[in-house]
């Protein structure tokens, strides 16, 4: 199992950041600062760590933030973040972007820039979400100007820093309720020529169809309308999870019927009786019944017990099919069964269904032991 980015995030960073503060101002007391921000260091998670070391910062730079600002922006002039001895590339910078983020709120212009720029070393995603949330017409402003930036990492600022539920940050409930302005920038984007914006753009939809099954499909089925391959790309990726969830809207837009006319058969579950640790085939066939051809999306879903006892249903992405007329073809998949960070399994009855254009039928069920 990889090594969790908190365990890699240790006392070597904050020394690495009194390296790059102290090589750009003279008067920085790094004895004083090491002192606090290796106060109570440990006992924090990945952010607040961020977050702890910028407030260090602050306490031993100039206290005007118009002064202190240049210093952390100069001491993150190194290439891709990288310091001798870390192997973290760019997460080296999460303090800069915190400090701007708690301190630079007051100071609009000069934190915009500097999260412009910042964003080309680390990303501002989590920074400019505390502006969106105080200046959210002014910042809105600049992002929309952001979209023509010549910098891709900018460009996908905007969309990944509007994510209504961007993972290890706070949710944006404005955007939540009415996520139109975020759709307003997502619309500028949708043909950006780089995939690193374009995947960004997926997720930002992804999230907002969570509140707004609606509206992602019929953004969706918009977008699809003379769409390029790449554009394409982004609907099929945005649309993932509510496919996974069976909704008709998404399965509509990607031109999958609610009821695809096959049939399920010959499905096998093996082993029978698993072991935690190890790993679980599932196959099945999938038969046309009619004459005519048929694209199916098929997919299968494991139902985790989890610790209290329910059950979870968790979706693996199988394939498209087209068959043509009275076709059979056989898919299947093997998936392990080992422990990881994202999920633990417990022993106990666990279901299999197929889910055929979003639909489930039951396959049957294995037993899973620790021995």
């Known amino acids: 199992m990889a090594e969790p980015l908190v365990a890699q995030y240790g006392p070597d960073v904050p020394r690495a950041i009194a390296r790059m503060v102290a090589a750009v101002h003279r008067r920085f007391d790094t004895d004083a600062f090491?002192?606090?921000a290796l106060s109570g260091y440990e006992a924090l998670a990945l952010m607040p760590r961020g977050k702890h070391m910028a407030r260090a910062l602050q306490r031993h730079l100039p206290q005007d933030y118009a002064q202190a600002l240049p210093i952390v922006l100069a001491s993150a002039e190194q290439p891709h973040g990288r310091d001798p001895g870390l192997s973290l590339g760019s997460f080296l910078y999460l303090p800069h972007t915190a400090f701007v983020a708690e301190f630079g709120l007051g100071h609009f212009d000069l934190s915009m820039q500097a999260q412009h720029a910042l964003t080309q070393r680390f990303t501002a995603e989590f920074s400019i979400r505390p502006f969106l949330q105080q200046h959210p017409e002014a910042t809105l402003e600049r992002l929309a100007e952001w979209t023509q930036d010549a910098s891709e990492h900018v460009r996908r600022l905007v969309s990944e820093g509007t994510r209504p539920r961007l993972p290890w940050a706070s949710r944006l409930p404005a955007f939540q309720r009415d996520p139109a302005p975020v759709l307003a920038l997502l619309e500028r984007l949708k043909d950006d020529p780089a995939l690193y914006v374009r995947r960004s753009v997926a997720n930002n939809l992804n999230d907002i169809g969570k509140d707004h099954p609606t509206l992602l499909a019929?953004?969706?089925?918009t977008w699809l309308q003379g769409a390029t391959p790449e554009r394409r790309w982004i609907v099929q990726h945005a649309l993932r999870s509510a496919v996974k969830r069976g909704e008709a809207g998404a399965l509509a837009a990607l031109g999958f019927g609610e009821t695809a006319n096959v049939v399920v058969g010959q499905p096998a579950i093996t082993p029978p009786r698993a072991v935690v640790g190890g790993s679980l085939n599932v196959a099945f066939d999938v038969t046309n019944t009619t004459a005519q051809p048929q694209q199916v999306l098929v997919d299968f879903a494991v139902h985790y017990v989890k610790a209290n006892g329910q059950?979870?249903?968790?979706?693996?992405?199988?394939?498209?099919?087209?068959?043509a007329a009275h076709e059979t073809q056989r898919v299947g998949k093997k998936i392990s069964l080992a422990d990881m960070t994202t999920r633990k399994h417990y022993p106990g009855h666990h279901r299999v269904d197929a889910i055929l254009n979003g639909r489930a039928q039951a396959l049957g069920a294995f037993d899973l032991t620790t021995s």
Do not use: E, I, W
């Open 218 to 221: 019929h953004t969706a089925q």
């Open 311 to 323: 059950a979870r249903a968790k979706v693996f992405k199988l394939k498209t099919l087209d068959l």
């Open 34 to 36: 090491l002192h606090d």
